[in-house]
């Protein structure tokens, strides 16, 4: 799905998903502090649990021509990635 999209549509979902991605990273910094990755970190692992998401799905076969189904995977992926990594931070820490 991804891979078919033409540059500036791949880039306007790039900078859509950065967006929403910077907007939930503030609001876990605010929550997580010193045990988060940051405005910047959490934007950036936002926006790559989304993108891997939505390739995994593809790639499994799910169909993800319905937006709010690709939303949803990008969704479920960026915050079981960003809730993945606090748990080995916080794990590590603690080790």
Request: overall charge negative.
């Amino acid at each position: 799905m991804l891979l078919n999209l033409d540059t500036s549509w791949l880039l306007m979902t790039v900078a859509t998903v950065a967006v929403f991605g910077f907007f939930f990273g503030t609001a876990l910094d605010a929550i997580m502090r010193d045990d988060g990755f940051g405005s910047t970190g959490n934007t950036l692992l936002f926006t790559l649990g989304f993108f891997v998401a939505v390739m995994v799905a593809n790639e499994h076969g799910v169909s993800l021509r319905d937006l709010k189904l690709a939303i949803a995977w990008g969704l479920g992926g960026a915050f079981t990635f960003i809730s993945t990594m606090a748990f080995i931070k916080a794990g590590l820490a603690r080790w």
